[in-house]
C-alpha cells in the first residue's frame, strides 16, 4: 500500500501561481508513473498532467503552457507548477501513481483544494 499526501493547495488571485507537492510513501516511487487530476463541482475527475517513470510527460490541453509537471525520485515526490491560473483552474487537485506488471498498483491521494478568485 502506497500513501500519497498532497500540499500546496489555497486561494490565489487570477494570473497567480502555486506548486502542489505530493509526497510518496514507498521505497520504489521511480517506477510509478505519476499524475495530478483535478475535480471540479460537478463535474467528472479529469486528468492534468502526468509523467512516467521514464520522465516523459502529458498535458490536458486546458493546461498546456502553464503548468509544469516533475519529479524528484530522491525524494519521492511529483511537483505541479501551476501559472497564470485561471478561474476555470478552480478545483480539489489529486495526485495519483500507477504501476502495471502482472497485476495494477494504482494509489490516490487524499486531495488539496485550489481556488482562483479575485
Known amino acids: 500500500q502506497v500513501q500519497l499526501v498532497e500540499s500546496g493547495g489555497g486561494l490565489v488571485q487570477p494570473g497567480g501561481s502555486l506548486r502542489l507537492s505530493c509526497v510518496a510513501s514507498t521505497t520504489i516511487f521511480s517506477i510509478y508513473n505519476m499524475g495530478w487530476y483535478r475535480q471540479a463541482p460537478g463535474k467528472q475527475r479529469e486528468l492534468v498532467a502526468g509523467i512516467k517513470w521514464s520522465g516523459s510527460t502529458d498535458y490536458a490541453d486546458s493546461v498546456k503552457g502553464r503548468f509544469t509537471i516533475f519529479r524528484d525520485n530522491a525524494k519521492k515526490t511529483v511537483y505541479l507548477q501551476m501559472n497564470s491560473l485561471r478561474p476555470e483552474d478552480t478545483a480539489v487537485y489529486y495526485c495519483?501513481?500507477?504501476?502495471?506488471?502482472?497485476?495494477?498498483?494504482?494509489?490516490w491521494g487524499q486531495g488539496t483544494q485550489v481556488t482562483v478568485s479575485s
Open positions: 495519483n501513481a500507477d504501476h502495471r506488471s502482472s497485476t495494477r498498483y494504482n494509489y
